[in-house]
């Protein structure tokens, strides 16, 4: 059975806890997508993602995303091609920096940057609820979400979600980038030891 996350919260303000510490006994308790509550389990359906707003090209050529504020959180991209990436991040603002610019040797940076300039941008929605500061509290919903996603047969972006076509073929692209890279240090180190 399926009960609303809105539904839950209207109920009972601590039906959202993401810390083991604070649950109250014969209270509802959020572990990802589980809900314990009066004794039984129940599935959510989706997080509460609340739309934060579009992604665009800038005129050098890169993604530009909306300003974002300096807090821990989900994230959910959804490219103008309808291709989507769920990811958790401890600082929003520097996680999608790092799609505008990628760092060097980071595969999914730049497999998200490359699906981004592919699709020509998208939109962004963010989940900022609860106590995210952990790691480990992100990846449990993070998990959900794209377990959400795949199971409502959307086409993911994400390593574990459903290869395809574009997935791979963005995987060979960064794979030829960083073999070129690596054969020209190689061959540049070997003209040096030549000397």
């Given at each position: 059975?399926?009960?609303?996350?809105?539904?839950?919260?209207?109920?009972d303000r601590?039906?959202?806890?993401?810390?083991?510490?604070?649950?109250?006994?014969?209270?509802?308790?959020?572990?990802?997508?589980?809900?314990f509550f009066?004794?039984?389990?129940?599935?959510?359906?989706?997080?509460?993602?609340?739309?934060?707003?579009?992604?665009?090209?800038?005129?050098?050529?890169?993604?530009?995303?909306?300003?974002?504020?300096?807090?821990?959180?989900?994230?959910?991209?959804?490219?103008?091609?309808?291709?989507?990436?769920?990811?958790?991040?401890?600082?929003?603002?520097?996680?999608?920096?790092?799609?505008?610019?990628?760092?060097?040797?980071?595969?999914?940076?730049?497999?998200?940057?490359?699906?981004?300039?592919?699709?020509?941008?998208?939109?962004?929605?963010?989940?900022?609820?609860?106590?995210?500061?952990?790691?480990?509290?992100?990846?449990?919903?993070?998990?959900?979400?794209?377990?959400?996603?795949?199971?409502?047969?959307?086409?993911?972006?994400?390593?574990?979600?459903?290869?395809?076509?574009?997935?791979?073929?963005r995987k060979?692209?960064?794979?030829?980038?960083?073999?070129?890279?690596?054969?020209?240090?190689?061959?540049?180190?070997?003209?040096?030891?030549?000397?």
């Amino acid at each position: 059975m399926a009960l609303d996350v809105q539904w839950l919260r209207s109920k009972d303000r601590h039906a959202v806890c993401y810390d083991e510490r604070f649950l109250i006994p014969g209270r509802p308790r959020h572990l990802g997508r589980l809900f314990f509550f009066q004794g039984k389990k129940y599935m959510t359906d989706t997080l509460a993602w609340q739309p934060f707003g579009l992604i665009t090209i800038c005129n050098k050529g890169w993604p530009k995303f909306p300003e974002m504020p300096e807090v821990s959180g989900l994230y959910r991209i959804t490219l103008n091609n309808g291709q989507t990436y769920i990811g958790e991040a401890g600082s929003l603002r520097r996680r999608l920096y790092e799609y505008r610019r990628p760092t060097p040797g980071i595969e999914q940076e730049h497999r998200v940057h490359g699906a981004l300039m592919a699709a020509q941008g998208g939109k962004i929605d963010i989940y900022t609820e609860g106590d995210l500061s952990t790691r480990q509290a992100r990846m449990k919903l993070e998990s959900a979400a794209i377990k959400a996603a795949l199971d409502a047969g959307g086409t993911l972006i994400n390593l574990d979600g459903h290869d395809n076509a574009d997935n791979l073929k963005r995987k060979i692209e960064y794979l030829e980038e960083e073999l070129d890279k690596a054969k020209h240090k190689f061959s540049a180190l070997q003209k040096s030891c030549e000397k």
